[in-house]
């Protein structure tokens, strides 16, 4: 016998089991696709924070930094510290309110929305190496399944939750 392997008793070691269910594979899924994505969008000297301001601006050009930071759910100074290093790669640039002059307004600059595209270009690749063992209909279905926790969990749309957990 093995005098290194004892049987486990009530007060040794608890076998290790892997962990199943649903919320781990999502875990471990979501952990993967993001390294995944990181090392994507790297070659365009973007982090993945970097991707979802860059697409947020994009969708709604002109807002103010106030009004990304209540989307995002941060404090204001966090948004200035996010675009001002995008505004230091030249891909957004602050242009005064001409409502507010004591607000400013963001939007893509061309070199920002060169930048989007070769994102989504990596993005959709992104998606299409992670989906690869499912068919179209099969991704669809992930997808309004996907959807519906999403929503139920009260997740705002199009918000990574990690902005608020990063310094």
């Known amino acids: 016998m093995n005098s290194s392997r004892q049987p486990a ?3 040794g070691p608890v076998p290790a089991t892997a962990p199943r269910g649903a919320a781990f594979l999502l875990a471990q899924i979501g952990a993967h696709a993001a390294g995944r994505f990181a090392e994507r969008v790297a070659h365009l000297g973007l982090t993945p924070a970097d991707v979802g301001l860059l697409r947020m601006v ?3 050009p002109g807002r103010s930094q106030r009004a990304l930071a209540e989307d995002l759910g941060v404090v204001p100074s966090r948004v200035v510290k ?3 290093v995008l505004e230091g ?3 957004v640039e602050r242009r005064r309110s001409e409502e507010d002059r004591r607000n400013y307004e963001l939007h893509l ?3 920002g929305r060169s930048t989007l595209g070769a994102v989504s270009r990596a993005a ?3 998606e299409d190496a992670l989906l690869a063992a499912l068919d179209s209909e099969q991704r669809g279905h992930l997808l309004g399944l ?3 926790i999403a929503a139920e969990q009260d997740l705002t749309p ?3 939750p990690g902005y608020r957990a990063r310094g």
Request: glycine share 12%; charged share 20%; net charge negative.
């Open 89 to 91: 790669k030249g891909l």
């Open 109 to 111: 600059t061309a070199e």
């Open 9 to 11: 008793d009530a007060t």
């Open 82 to 84: 996010l675009i001002d």
């Open 58 to 60: 994009a969708g709604q």
């Open 146 to 148: 996907l959807q519906r």
């Open 158 to 160: 199009g918000v990574h």
């Open 124 to 126: 959709a690749a992104h």
